[in-house]
């Protein structure tokens, strides 16, 4: 079967659980200098990041909004990912339709995005634009306006993105069905694009009141990276935010999830799955976890490139799949770390778990090698050395670590912990997480075709 198959599994996996989080810049031996940085809170709690930086005639404007899909009720989702496109709707000052049309003639580009913790915004212009920056983010955050024809817009654009990415293409539902059998009973337990039917029945005054609620400069972060000087970029946002009224205070859902004592299986049957594929997922560390470091050092081992175990194992040597991946998805309250893998036409699912299964047994048992070790360490500083490049990324992560992390300077100490990992910690977070008694599987069979009735036998004419 073709390639992109396995892309679009890809392709998926990375539009529903977001960006992924950057490695960052902070060992002397590969050459790379500490990325400098203001930060500060208005009276409002705006709480705001500047990283002055003259090497381009740029900047990057990122505002992080600390809501997401689990501030959702279970019986409303999809709302966080609906404002990601109704703040583009225009404000009580800009009209509809206008802020696209800004930026891009401005000579600029934005774009936003939704998780299940997070909603953000980012527009990036040249350096003589940055005051239309500044007013299009107050804007939003201040004169939002949340009225019927934006809301009536933003629905079919939404249900119209749903049956898109999701429904219709094959194993579009992969990380909704995981998110529901991993985290039962949370608000994780929804992914962001959230229910055409909850988007339907809402009114305009839930919208509006979620609105009210959530974005507000007390739970915002604003970080701006780029060609500017700082005192004179901290007045202007004195001017353009410092007037917006403080929120409430914000309430965060609580978590709670318990030990998974008994494994799990479930079977997605849909006509138009192509290919077998199965997922093998087992609860993981929270995102400020320690543990996040040998994780994500140990999936990168597992079945990231050529070389990988799995890959060696299931696409080299079986030859029983087109592709495998493996990722730590972790998140602020919980994460799920899991394998994925695409079989090839007339495999069977069972042979991939079984090959699967011995695979991640095998490093609960042996560890990994000295080589596998390095060879996944120098991908980390390689990372680290080309992550960092533009001003975006940098204003992206500085406001990340800010919020998940409460510390912005890890941007300047994230590589040193992975660094920091011992070979052995590699097996100690295999034996934590990969315990088979917390194996979740999600199963993606191939749909059995219709059986054909058989041609009825003709008469033989008499002669």
Do not use: C
């Amino acid at each position: 079967m073709p390639m992109p198959y396995l892309f679009s599994v890809v392709a998926i996996m990375s539009l529903l659980l977001g960006t992924a989080r950057a490695k960052t810049p902070d060992d002397p031996s590969i050459g790379l200098r500490p990325i400098e940085f203001t930060e500060y809170d208005l009276e409002n709690g705006l709480h705001v990041i500047l990283h002055e930086n003259h090497e381009a005639p740029v900047i990057a404007s990122y505002v992080l909004y600390h809501v997401g899909s689990k501030n959702e009720q279970a019986d409303r989702t999809g709302f966080a990912h609906f404002f990601e496109h109704l703040m583009f709707e225009g404000s009580e000052n800009i009209p509809r339709g206008g802020i696209d049309k800004l930026v891009s003639s401005a000579g600029g580009n934005l774009n936003a995005s939704t998780s299940f913790d997070q909603t953000d915004y980012y527009i990036n212009l040249p350096s003589n634009q940055l005051k239309l920056a500044l007013w299009i983010e107050s804007e939003r955050m201040m004169h939002g306006k949340v009225e019927k024809t934006g809301v009536e817009t933003q629905r079919e654009v939404v249900k119209e993105e749903r049956r898109r990415n999701y429904d219709n293409r094959p194993y579009g539902t992969l990380f909704e069905n995981l998110a529901a059998m991993v985290f039962k009973g949370t608000p994780y337990a929804w992914t962001p694009i959230g229910s055409l039917e909850y988007i339907d029945q809402a009114s305009i005054e839930e919208f509006r009141e979620f609105y009210k609620k959530n974005y507000v400069p007390n739970n915002a972060t604003l970080s701006i990276a780029g060609d500017f000087k700082t005192d004179e970029l901290k007045k202007l946002i004195a001017d353009y935010f410092g007037p917006i009224p403080k929120g409430d205070p914000i309430l965060r859902p609580e978590f709670s999830l318990p030990p998974q004592t008994t494994p799990e299986t479930r079977t997605v049957e849909k006509e138009n799955t192509p290919l077998p594929a199965t997922l093998h997922a087992w609860h993981a560390a929270r995102k400020a976890d320690p543990d996040r470091y040998p994780l994500d050092l140990l999936t990168n081992i597992m079945a990231v490139g050529n070389s990988s175990r799995l890959y060696r194992r299931l696409v080299d040597q079986e030859q029983v799949a087109l592709g495998v991946a493996a990722f730590p998805y972790l998140l602020e309250e919980g994460g799920v770390v899991g394998v994925l893998a695409t079989g090839n036409q007339g495999v069977a699912i069972e042979k991939l778990d079984r090959l699967i299964e011995e695979e991640i047994e095998k490093v609960r048992k042996e560890g990994v090698t000295e080589e596998e070790f390095q060879k996944a360490l120098n991908q980390q500083s390689s990372d680290a050395a080309s992550s960092y490049g533009t001003m975006g990324s940098r204003a992206r992560e500085l406001a990340a670590f800010h919020v998940f992390f409460g510390d912005a300077h890890l941007i300047n100490t994230d590589l040193a912990r992975y660094l920091a990992v011992k070979r052995e910690d590699l097996q100690r977070v295999a034996n934590k997480y990969f315990a088979p008694d917390g194996l979740n599987t999600l199963h993606y069979p191939v749909a059995a075709k219709a059986e054909q009735p058989e041609p009825a036998a003709a008469d033989n004419p008499t002669k």
